[in-house]
């Protein structure tokens, strides 16, 4: 399984951004997918995560309210909704698959990994 984030960027607070994450190599339609998101020094953090058909979500409570997670299998995507961004929101995000059929939050149960995408807020 390959996973390639994009639409990361720079961005002013109070912005938005959405992400995008496709996946090849696998029918990711069976799998959950989720983001987390890094900053330097720290833990990879839980951001997200979708059920294999999108109709089960989890987005950490911290986030609810303005991040929201989709997928879209038809086109082997699933995608990270960021609203009235924060300049706490700066990190690089990355997108994973997780065999789970549950909505793991701890990235130790996410077997494939993207390479990430930079978000970066500004004031």
């Known amino acids: 399984v390959q996973l390639q984030a994009s639409g990361g960027g720079l961005v002013e607070t109070g912005g938005y951004l959405r992400l995008s994450c496709v996946a090849s190599g696998r029918t990711s339609s069976s799998f959950t997918m989720g983001w987390f998101r890094q900053t330097p020094g720290k833990e990879r953090e839980f951001v997200a995560a979708?059920?294999?058909?999108?109709?089960?979500?989890n987005v950490i409570d911290s986030l609810k309210g303005r991040f929201d997670i989709s997928r879209d299998n038809s086109k082997n995507t699933v995608y990270l909704q960021m609203n009235n961004l924060k300049l706490e929101d700066t990190a690089v995000y990355f997108c994973?698959?997780?065999?789970?059929?549950?909505?793991?939050?701890?990235?130790?149960?996410?077997?494939?990994w993207g390479r990430g995408t930079q978000v970066t807020v500004s004031s």
């Open positions: 979708a059920s294999a058909s999108g109709s089960r979500t």
């Open positions: 994973a698959l997780s065999l789970s059929g549950n909505l793991p939050s701890y990235a130790e149960r996410y077997r494939y």
